[in-house]
């Protein structure tokens, strides 16, 4: 299987613009998660989806992120508009999330520079 | 919602030595995983390890779950081992909390 595949790996961007990340989980996995991560707050998870409907939102920021899941072999997460201390690496993970399995697994990630 | 501690915060070796990485939980836990972090930001998954003991290669790991923590081995250390080693739980099937990490570095 070829992982977690995450789009682009990198990008920079002037405050105020629109930000699209991208992610295809592994195959067969229900569960997707998107992670941010920041030398001052570590990894922290924005949002999870199961079956493709978004479960639990709570950690995403604020209004200005956005997070969709049209099917199973795709996600999306928006910033607009994209701010100086959006600048991070977001991670996407996935997991078959099975009774007594659920490691995830994590894509390369997206570094994420606002100027 | 469950905390987690990695100690040490920052670790240096010289190659060849060996270390011992810790977590400590604060609650029951269904999904413990170490990671590595390399200089490249990558999270390579180690273990899934919510019990028991596994081993691969020069790594091993070893979580007591009814003592609330996890060990995490490095057996003669390469430069290549250097990185950011995270623990992360999950409790009832809820999703993963990170620590704070352990920085190792390894010199030639």
């Known amino acids: 299987d070829a992982g977690v595949i995450q789009s682009p790996r990198h990008e920079v961007t002037e405050m105020g613009q629109e930000v699209t990340l991208r992610c295809k989980p592994i195959?067969?996995?229900?569960?997707l998660f998107w992670y941010r991560q920041t030398m001052m707050r570590g990894l922290e998870l924005l949002i999870y989806?199961?079956?493709?409907?978004?479960?639990?939102d709570s950690g995403m920021p604020e209004d200005r992120f956005s997070a969709k899941m049209p099917n199973a072999s795709f996600s999306t997460l928006k910033i607009q508009p994209s701010e100086p201390r959006d600048s991070a690496v977001y991670f996407c993970?996935?997991?078959?999330?099975?009774?007594?399995?659920?490691?995830?697994?994590f894509g390369p990630g997206t570094r994420l520079t606002v100027l | 919602g469950i905390q987690v501690e990695q100690s040490p915060p920052d670790l240096i070796l010289q190659e060849g030595a060996n270390s011992t990485l810790r977590c400590n939980f604060s609650?029951?836990?269904?999904?413990l995983q170490w990671f590595h972090q390399n200089p490249w930001g990558q999270l390579i998954n180690l273990f899934y390890?919510?019990?028991g003991t596994k081993q691969n290669g020069r790594l091993s790991a070893t979580t007591v779950a009814t003592e609330r923590y996890s060990l995490l081995y490095i057996s003669s250390s390469q430069t290549t081992d250097s990185g950011v080693y995270f623990c992360?739980?999950?409790?009832?099937?809820?999703?993963?909390?990170f620590g704070k990490g352990t920085m190792l570095l390894v010199s030639p």
């Open positions: 993970a996935s997991t078959p999330f099975e009774a007594d399995y659920n490691e995830q697994f």
């Open positions: 195959s067969g996995h229900d569960y």
């Open positions: 989806f199961n079956n493709n409907v978004p479960i639990d």
């Open positions: 609650d029951s836990v269904n999904n």
């Open positions: 390890i919510p019990s």
């Open positions: 992360a739980v999950a409790s009832g099937y809820s999703t993963l909390t």
